[in-house]
């Protein structure tokens, strides 16, 4: 569960994450510079799969992967962790060789998910149910937004999708609208919001990914339980 909003300035992108949780997940390790191959790489840890659901590589390359809500097709149990799609997708130098090692992998080994991949003005998507892997890509010229609920993806899509382009659309400023989207919480309709809270799960963490000429940064803020928020940088290649 999680939301994921890119938006481009002159000088690269920004892209921020909500991660969503059960109240009963283990705490996830504090983002750290990692080595996948010839790439170094920014990512916090998830304990549980060993893997992540964010980070960003020296090469300029982000990669967040968020649930896909779907019914599971017949046939064997998944075997790998979706988090390992973000440590496969980070030993890449460029959103094409990424794509490609996407789909060298086995689909059924891996519950439903959607892989978002962005690097300079470029951003893919690729998709996964279970059976097969589709995957699309556009210029990143305008803001995007991605999200996921085990309410239901398209429950929840639609009233925060109407909120970020609101946001988008009126504020004047896309990165000063971005912080506000991803720090928004109706009162009334909390289970639902993108500052998420229901009795069995919470948004758990904010991220934000800053790729811009000569500059790769992570912002890691800890919401549940609450702790400072760690800043780590990378030298582009």
Known sequence: MCTVSIVPDEHGFRLMSNRDERRDRATALLPQIQRFGLRAAILPIDPVGGGSWIGVNDAGLVAAVLNRH????????????RGLLVRHALACDS???????MRALDPGAFQPFRLVLVQNRRIALVAGDGRA???AESTCEQPYMFTASSLGDAFVDSPRRRLFECLMGHSGDWQQGQRAFHRHQWTDKREISVLMER??????????VEVAKG???LEYE??????????????PC
């Not at 959103?95 to 090692?101: E, I, K, N, Y």
């Not at 800890?222 to 030298?235: A, G, I, K, N, V």
């Open 222 to 235: 800890t919401l549940s339980p609450s702790q400072s928020t760690q800043r780590l940088e990378l030298r």
């Open 133 to 135: 892997l589709v995957s």
């Open 70 to 81: 779907s019914p599971q097709p017949p046939g064997a149990p998944p075997t790998s962790s």
């Open 95 to 101: 959103l094409d060789t990424a794509q490609t090692a």
């Open 199 to 208: 009795e069995d799960a919470v948004t758990v963490s904010r991220t934000v």
């Open 215 to 217: 500059s790769v940064a």
